[in-house]
Nanobody
């Protein structure tokens, strides 16, 4: 059984920081493509960041949406089987429910599409006050 459990959301002021965690079981984050998406009220779920191991190397390819590039960082701790999203310089527009996702695909142009993902967490709320 696959389980992705997000945590770390909350209320923060503009320009503040938060770190989200996604604890995975039933999938191995070092072999799956892992990503963060978010969904604001009345909007579609949108891509935030993804991470996929580059072949058999120790390196990971990472992709970010233009709206978060330079402010957010995706990372992972393989020993803990946990993926993180460090969010800095937060803005009110970042307010949304943030979801962790896992994909069995071995190749994609960026793993930016919701349809590429097989497993989803329940989400964690992030609210940025102005």
């Amino acid at each position: 059984q696959v389980l992705l459990v997000e945590s770390g959301g909350g209320l923060v002021q503009t320009e503040g920081s938060l770190r989200l965690s996604c604890a995975a079981s039933g999938v191995t984050i070092s072999t799956y493509a892992m990503a963060w998406f978010r969904q604001a009220p009345g909007k579609e779920r949108e891509f935030v960041a993804s991470r996929k191991r580059n072949g058999v190397t120790i390196y990971y390819d990472k992709f970010y949406s233009d709206s978060v590039k330079g402010r957010f960082t995706i990372s992972g701790d393989n020993a803990k089987n946990t993926v993180y999203l460090q969010m800095n310089s937060l803005k009110p527009d970042d307010t949304a429910v943030y979801y962790c996702a896992a994909s069995r695909r071995t190749y994609s142009r960026g793993f930016t599409l919701t349809t590429e993902y097989d497993y989803w967490g329940q989400g964690t709320q992030v609210t940025v006050s102005s």
